[in-house]
């Protein structure tokens, strides 16, 4: 069962942002699959299951590509993403093993 964001409203506000907010009309949803993920994330537990990326997936996409510099496939071809993709994730592990090691000496 997925859980994603619908709008930019349901989206993290950023506490150090001291820009005024922008004034925009609110969109409105009218496809079916998006009313149905706007109102199963209104609910208590559907707002907890969804705050879990925050803590799980995402952190480590954003060391990926920030930390790592990893921002777009070199090669072409489904096998060698599959590949090149596979080495990156193998670094990013070898990666958190390595500070996981040295913050347990």
């Not at 942002?17 to 009313?35: A, G, I, N, S």
């Not at 496939?73 to 070898?94: H, P, S, T």
Request: charged share 30%; with cysteine; glycine share 4%.
């Amino acid at each position: 069962m997925a859980y994603a964001a619908i709008s930019e409203e349901e989206q993290n506000i950023r506490c150090y942002d001291y820009r005024p907010p922008k004034e925009r009309k609110p969109k409105t949803v009218k496809k079916p699959q998006l009313v149905k993920m706007r109102e199963k994330l209104q609910t208590a537990e559907g707002w907890r299951i969804y705050a879990k990326c925050a803590k799980t997936v995402e952190p480590v996409f954003g060391v990926i590509k920030a930390p790592m510099g990893f921002r777009q496939f070199l090669l072409r071809g489904l096998e060698k993403v599959r590949i090149e993709w596979d080495l990156v994730c193998l670094a990013y592990n070898m990666k958190r093993l390595y500070s996981l090691q040295a913050v347990k000496s």
